[in-house]
């Protein structure tokens, strides 16, 4: 079995998790951290919501995170082992600064959430550019950002998300040329109302030191483990677009 054909079957379960319907774990899961939320400052709300504007901002106008450049002619083994890699440090790191930011009491831990999407922000650009992708291009950043919403969304906006990245390299070519003319502001609300609510606890008084570093460790292993499985869906659809021209091409009529 080739490297492709194993991870195949990792992307059909990914799919699968991802489209089946909404177990009560889930519901349960929703509704502790919708009432986390609640006992969070308002103050505190729109902190968090102008972190959140200023890093989409970043993320569609900016430059800050575009230094890696895409890596070419490597297959897609290779590719993945440097992403693992890259995941692993991305992890320490962010463990590290959140168990520090933890320990540090209520201001420390506010400080902590734009600290945070900073680093999963650089990890998801490295990511994309050691599979190949140009992060210059602003249709390649929606992409990432809309990774960042999946690997945090509720069940059903997951869904929603997803059906939009299904199809992105054919989509993409639909969207506008100009970057000004893309609705970004609706995209930062619809990203506030479902991104890191349990990362919400680490700013609640006694949990935030024990929270902050397992915190941080989990949400960039499921974030990476997005990033990878969304990678992996446009490989193996552009894969099967090639091999569909390639079929249309030898059954052509008067082709001998």
């Known amino acids: 079995m080739t490297y492709e054909q194993k991870i195949t079957h990792d992307v059909d379960f990914w799919k699968f998790k991802i489209l089946q319907k909404q177990s009560l774990f889930n519901q349960v899961t929703d509704t502790v951290q919708k009432k986390i939320n609640s006992y969070i400052p308002e103050k505190v709300h729109h902190a968090i ?33 440097l992403i693992k890699q890259k995941i692993e440090n991305y992890k320490k790191t962010g463990a590290a600064e959140g168990g520090i930011t933890g320990a540090g009491g209520f201001l420390m ?3 902590d959430f734009p600290i945070l999407l900073g680093i999963k922000m650089k990890m998801l650009f490295d990511i994309a550019a050691v599979y190949g992708y140009d992060v210059k291009d602003y249709r390649e950043r929606l992409f990432i950002l809309h990774i960042f919403q999946l690997a945090f969304s509720s069940k059903e906006e997951g869904k929603n998300i997803f059906v939009k990245m299904q199809d992105w390299d054919n989509q993409a ?6 970057i000004d003319e893309f609705d970004w502001l609706t995209f930062q609300q619809q990203y506030r109302d479902y991104i890191d609510l349990a990362k919400l606890a680490q700013m609640l008084p006694f949990v ?45 009529p008067g082709k001998n």
């Open 173 to 178: 070519h639909q969207l506008p040329t100009n």
């Open 208 to 252: 935030g030191a024990a929270v902050g570093a397992v915190a941080n460790y989990k949400l960039i292993e499921k974030l990476g483990t997005t990033a990878m499985m969304s990678y992996r869906m446009r490989y193996f659809n552009l894969e099967h677009a090639v091999l569909s021209d390639q079929k249309l091409v030898e059954n052509k």
């Open 109 to 111: 831990s506010l400080a």
């Open 49 to 81: 919501t102008t972190a959140i504007k200023q890093m989409v901002k970043a993320v569609l106008f900016g430059s800050t995170f575009t230094t890696s450049k895409p890596i070419l002619n490597l297959t897609l083994m290779h590719r993945e082992a």
